[in-house]
Nanobody
């Protein structure tokens, strides 16, 4: 089992930037695909960005494309999400997720390991 811990959330004004990080423990972290999801109050959890095991295949939700960048460092067992040009609509609890398969996925049900989440609040 992989344990995931997110950090880097906070309060930022619209147009600002934040960088989320996800630290993992567990031997299989570097071999599996990873993703970021988010959940706003009263809404369902939704896909944000995903990356395969090598980092060579990434994908983004249309709402964040061109503003967010996902990356990973397998040597350090970390996953990151650089968020620029933030909007109030980006306000949510952001979750790091991992799966054992190395293949890219953006489907919630494919991910078996989840962090506790880090809050991102964007003020207008």
């Amino acid at each position: 089992q992989v344990q995931l811990v997110e950090s880097g959330g906070g309060l930022v004004q619209a147009g600002g930037s934040l960088r989320l990080s996800c630290a993992a423990s567990g031997r299989t972290f570097s071999r599996g695909a990873k993703a970021w999801f988010r959940q706003a109050p009263g809404k369902e959890r939704e896909f944000v960005a995903a990356i395969n095991w090598s980092g060579g295949n990434t994908g983004y939700a249309d709402s964040v494309k061109g503003r967010f960048t996902i990356s990973r460092d397998n040597a350090k067992n970390t996953l990151s999400l650089q968020m620029n040009s933030l909007k109030p609509a980006d306000t949510a609890l952001y979750y790091c997720a991992a799966r054992q398969s190395p293949n890219y996925s953006d489907v919630i049900a494919d991910f078996g390991s989840w962090g506790q989440g880090t809050q991102v609040t964007v003020s207008s």
